[in-house]
């Protein structure tokens, strides 16, 4: 009796100095978490009393805290995007209204000559149009990036449906003095995708090429085993390697960099775009020549 006893004594005392070594823990614990909460510390939950179960609710606490940190820094972030991006529109608009609103002031002036008011009128339209491209880029970005926003999939002749979006482009290439070197392949390749979405995509990578490109352009179509890439070479050696990084960024707003419809939304659309069709686009700049590529997957019936 008297062993049962001491054995029974004994595992009680156990069991409270096991008790209050896990008090003394979830105090500990209780502290770290306290002084991250108020910042005064980086550090996170550690433990000295190894527990199978306070080590799980300790990891759980450390993750959480880390979704936290994430979730503080996206909404930043968002919130200085979203104030770069109302500055940016503030000014994109404010640039051709100003100009709207001083010729329209000469206008009225009565000492004007008629070639004078022509010419005033020409410049009211041109910076009008301007205004009107830039606005309907804003909200058709909008419209793309919704969640609601869908795209019909079929099947698209992308080498005939090349062959009429560079035919379209040619004399604004000869303008500029710029003959293209084109490849496409002979036989007819074909990528499921919404036709009117790729027609837009490859509209706004010719037009910021034809604004912005010097020298030499390649241009090509080519299909390999698992995907059909539609590839735009040209010089651009005023570009630096951060500018390519946020080349399809709406926000970048380095002059350079802008479509030829003076939005600056040309690739973003494009990017947007290619994304919604599961499809990437991207850019890399080697030599001083900015490579643009449009990828897309094929399915295995169309190789």
């Not at 869908?150 to 002749?157: A, F, N, S, V």
């Not at 036989?187 to 910021?208: F, G, K, M, T």
């Not at 069709?277 to 094929?298: D, I, P, Q, V």
């Amino acid at each position: 009796m008297l062993i049962i006893t001491l054995i029974l004594a004994t595992v009680v005392a156990l069991l409270l100095a096991r008790l209050l070594l896990l008090r003394r823990e979830l105090g500990r614990m209780t502290e770290q978490l306290r002084r991250y909460n108020k910042r005064t510390t980086g550090k996170k939950i550690d433990l000295t009393l190894f527990d199978r179960r306070l080590e799980a609710l300790a990891v759980q606490i450390n993750r959480q805290s880390d979704l936290i940190v994430d979730a503080e820094a996206l909404r930043r972030r968002t919130e200085n995007e979203l104030r770069q991006a109302i500055a940016n529109i503030s000014h994109d608009i404010r640039t051709p209204l100003t100009s709207i609103i001083g010729f329209i002031q000469l206008l009225e002036a009565e000492s004007i000559t008629p070639e004078e008011k022509l010419e005033y009128v020409t410049i009211v339209k041109n910076r009008t149009r301007r205004l009107q491209a830039l606005l309907n880029d804003f909200f058709e970005l909008s419209l793309i990036e919704s969640s609601d926003y869908r795209l019909k999939t079929e099947r698209i002749g992308m080498t005939t449906l090349l062959t009429d979006t560079l035919v379209g482009f040619y004399d604004r290439f000869n303008e500029r003095g710029i003959t293209p070197e084109i490849r496409l392949p002979k036989e007819e390749v074909a990528v499921y995708a919404d036709e009117s979405a790729v027609r837009r995509v490859l509209e706004n990578l010719l037009a910021n090429t034809v604004e912005h490109a010097t020298g030499l352009v390649v241009i090509r179509f080519e299909q390999h085993h698992k995907t059909a890439d539609f590839t735009i070479v040209n010089e651009a050696k005023e570009l630096s390697e951060s500018d390519v990084r946020f080349l399809f960024d709406r926000f970048y707003t380095v002059d350079r960099t802008r479509s030829a419809q003076g939005s600056g939304l040309g690739l973003s659309i494009a990017k947007s775009l290619m994304d919604k069709m599961n499809g990437s686009l991207t850019a890399e700049l080697h030599g001083g020549n900015l490579t643009m590529t449009c990828r897309w997957k094929l399915r295995s019936t169309d190789r």
